[in-house]
């Protein structure tokens, strides 16, 4: 708000300045237009610059310096052999060619410096407080909150105003699934705006030229130096291809989960039957599937089975038990074949849709 109190207050006096000077021979209103014409251009260049990264600025600054080093030396050159007309018109093309060319190729080419490596440019924070770009999907999921509250997420968490956007979108959308995820999402940074031990900052920066949130993120993080929390698996790849650190709350959820080890006893309840024969299927505390063979008749029973084997998968853990009859082992389950392997991706299948 002070801001544009301030250019309306540029803008006047821009105006007021051009009625008195009269430039070129002009009355006074269309001296205080011009005027108020000049004003709102600089303003639009200065709105414009404030968006662009400190690369951006800092190669197109280098930028225009060589264009009017090389402005120079073709007037000079050029200059001696034509009329003075003609010298100062060519004086102000090659200006103002150069000076533009100069700046767009530095400023295209200003994400290749590496300000780290001077001193003047080290971020203001602390190794330990590094800054994590939060990404809509773990807003949504809401599972953030809990390990912020246990400690365990320090620093500070950046939010973009382009994820609040779209957490609006979401939570404006007229399916009703879709809005409670939103509402859901808006909910959970109240929360962790009220926690007392983070540095919650919404920024601002926006990149109007690249079109998907994803490429946002990375950009943003690229910018600021920050890590990308998040829990989309292709965000996830596509920001580790591009050099960018990512925190995958699912990959913390699968590291915390229970190590168990063939032949331990474990008590499960069990939920439901299996899809091959005379299978139980049960789900630990974190969701972890176990299925258990020769359970199929303990339904809606808690039962003490043997562990057989781990499956890790891309959805998470898969344990495989046997349930023992009467106290007497049931034989060991035969090598798996290809029939029963497709069947260990369908069980895949079905643990991600119930994740």
């Given at each position: 708000m002070d801001l544009w109190v301030l250019r309306v207050v540029v803008v006047a006096i821009s105006a007021g300045l051009a009625m008195q000077l009269e430039p070129f021979g002009l009355p006074a209103a269309a001296s205080a237009a011009l005027g108020a014409g000049v004003a709102?251009?600089?303003?639009?260049?200065?709105?414009?610059?404030?968006?662009?990264?400190?690369?951006?600025?800092?190669?197109?600054?280098?930028?225009?310096?060589l264009g009017v080093v090389c402005a120079a030396l073709v007037s000079g050159v050029l200059g001696s052999s034509l009329g003075p007309s003609a010298a100062g018109a060519l004086q102000a093309a090659a200006l103002v060619g150069f000076v533009y060319v100069g700046a767009a190729v530095g400023a295209s080419k200003g994400e290749m410096l590496n300000l780290a490596a001077l001193s003047i440019f080290r971020p203001d924070t602390a190794p330990s407080e590094v800054r994590k770009v939060l990404d809509t999907?773990?807003?949504?999921?809401?599972?953030?909150?809990?390990?912020a509250e246990a400690g365990f997420m320090d620093g500070v968490l950046v939010i973009p105003q382009f994820v609040l956007w779209e957490l609006q979108l979401v939570a404006d959308s007229g399916d009703s699934l879709k809005r409670n995820r939103g509402r859901r999402g808006l909910d959970i940074l109240q929360k962790l705006q009220k926690m007392k031990s983070l540095d919650i900052q919404i920024v601002e920066n926006d990149y109007p030229h690249l079109k998907e949130v994803d490429q946002k993120l990375i950009e943003l993080a690229k910018e600021i130096d920050a890590k990308i929390v998040t829990n989309d698996f292709n965000l996830n790849k596509l920001a580790q291809l591009q050099g960018v650190r990512v925190v995958n709350i699912n990959e913390l959820?699968?590291?915390?989960?229970?190590?168990?080890?063939?032949?331990e006893l474990?008590?499960?309840?069990?939920?439901?039957?299996?899809k091959e024969y005379n299978q139980g299927v049960a789900y630990?505390?974190?969701?972890?599937?176990?299925?258990?063979?020769?359970?199929?008749?303990?339904?809606?029973?808690?039962i003490e089975v043997s562990v057989t084997s781990v499956l890790q998968t891309t959805a998470g853990k898969m344990i495989f038990g046997r349930y023992e009859h009467d106290g007497a082992p049931a034989p060991a389950p035969s090598r798996p074949s290809r029939k029963s392997s497709g069947s260990t991706r369908a069980y895949?299948?079905?643990?991600s849709g119930d994740a």
């Open positions: 709102g251009a600089l303003i639009a260049v200065e709105s414009r610059l404030r968006r662009a990264s400190l690369r951006r600025l800092i190669g197109a600054g280098a930028g225009a310096v999907s773990v807003i949504i999921d809401g599972r953030i909150a809990d390990i959820a699968n590291a915390l989960k229970p190590v168990v080890l063939p032949g474990m008590q499960v309840f069990i939920l439901k039957e299996g630990l505390d974190d969701g972890t599937m176990v299925v258990v063979d020769n359970a199929r008749d303990q339904i809606s029973k808690t895949v299948a079905q643990r």
